[in-house]
């Protein structure tokens, strides 16, 4: 069965087709980035207007790509929620147009379901329960994975999302935009232990088992260190401030704060398999932290597969569309997080 995802919850307009959930036949991301950079961050505005513009190209370019016609796909699947409004209803009425007028079945995607399906396109089948470290721009849980459509959040944020701290923090220095990838690149040719930031006040010392927080992450603390106090927290060496020393050391503390939570749900629920997704986990230094511990097996999707994607889209698709499942053509677009509830393990 050959699935046509379409994905623009945010700045990326894309399209790929998947076949029986696993075999990626095209994989296109047209990124707005460019569209965007002079604002150091996503105008909603622009964001939807530039799917409204693309999106044909896209999927037409998904389907030669893939060297098909519209009539060898066998299902439209678009991500519904969460995302910027405006954005998703551009995929998601291309989808179901497309479906409708071809008389296929529609699939309405929840985009952090399919954050966490994206790495199961280049591994094996991966056996449930495992975890679930998704971490983007809007979002960071911490989940127990239970089925492709069936997650406990064992954490959250309780402030900003991971993403959002690399893009808040690259925007207030100027560094460029998108902030995480570029932070990325910067700490590379910084001294981490040049500045000293705090870790959020919830994961001062170890919580003890049963802490409401132990598996929640916070950073607005931390940003707001970076961006405000830097000075304050400033580990005087030479007294020159280097942007590549900044860029590491927060990254090392912000990717620290994920490690304390993931690690703390890893010792409450007994599982050692963490699979991550979303943007965040492109991340060189949580990807590097992680493959240290050898007593937790954590994979990560391939690069182009961390980021916004159709095929993470079209692949989780293809498991609703073998049960039978069928999305109304009334669905529509959400902005927030729903359906799953906050548990400690
Ligand atoms: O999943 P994604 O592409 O879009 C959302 O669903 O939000 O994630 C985008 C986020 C942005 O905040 C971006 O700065 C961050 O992922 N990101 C990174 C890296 N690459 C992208 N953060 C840290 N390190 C990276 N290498
Ligand atoms: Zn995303």
Same mark, same amino acid.
């Given at each position: ?5 379409? @994905? ?18 095209? /994989?296109?991301?047209? +990124? ?9 961050? !996503? ?54 147009? =497309?479906?409708? *007028? ?45 089925? =492709? ?16 701290? =690399? ?33 959020? *006040? ?7 088992? $049963? ?8 950073? *607005? ?22 942007? @590549? ?7 090392? +503390?912000? !990717? ?6 993931? =690690? ?12 991550? $997704? ?25 690069? @182009?597969?961390? $980021?916004? /994607? ?36």
């Amino acid at each position: 069965m050959k699935v046509l995802g379409i @994905e623009t919850s945010c700045d990326e307009c894309a399209a790929a087709v998947v076949e029986d959930g696993r075999n990626v036949l095209s /994989n296109v991301v047209a +990124t707005q980035i460019p569209h965007h950079a002079p604002y150091n961050g !996503v105008v909603p505005e622009i964001a939807s207007r530039k799917h409204t513009e693309w999106i044909y190209c896209v999927v037409k370019e998904a389907l030669e790509k893939a060297a098909l016609e519209p009539q060898d796909i066998d299902a439209v699947a678009a991500t519904s929620r969460p995302g910027l409004l405006g954005s998703l209803l551009v995929g998601l009425s291309f989808a179901k147009a =497309f479906a409708w *007028s071809r008389n296929i079945p529609f699939i309405a995607v929840d985009h952090m379901l399919a954050h966490l399906y994206a790495a199961q396109l280049s591994v094996e089948t991966l056996a449930y329960p495992y975890l679930g470290l998704l971490v983007s721009g809007g979002h960071s849980i911490i989940c127990r994975a239970n089925a =492709f459509d069936n997650i406990t959040v064992l954490g959250t944020t309780i402030d900003d999302a991971a993403g959002e701290a =690399f893009d808040k923090v690259a925007k207030h220095y100027h560094f460029g935009y998108p902030g995480g990838a570029v932070i990325d690149r910067m700490a590379k040719d910084g001294d981490s232990d040049s500045f000293r930031f705090p870790m959020p *006040s919830l994961h001062k010392g170890s919580l003890p088992r $049963g802490s409401e927080h132990r598996c929640d992450v916070s950073y *607005s603390g931390l940003k707001n260190a970076v961006i405000n106090q830097l000075e304050q927290f400033r580990h005087k060496k030479d007294g020159a401030t280097r942007n @590549e020393d900044i860029a590491a050391s927060f990254q090392k +503390t912000a !990717v620290e704060i994920l490690l304390r939570a993931l =690690f703390n749900a890893c010792e409450d629920t007994g599982l050692s398999t963490v699979v991550a $997704g979303g943007g965040v986990a492109a991340n060189s230094s949580l990807r590097s932290r992680l493959a240290q511990r050898q007593d937790i097996r954590c994979i990560f999707p391939p690069m @182009e597969l961390c $980021g916004d /994607n159709g095929a993470m889209i079209a692949g989780i698709a293809w498991h609703y569309l073998a049960r039978g499942d069928r999305s109304p053509l009334s669905v529509t677009a959400s902005a927030r997080v729903e359906g799953f509830k906050k548990k400690y393990p």
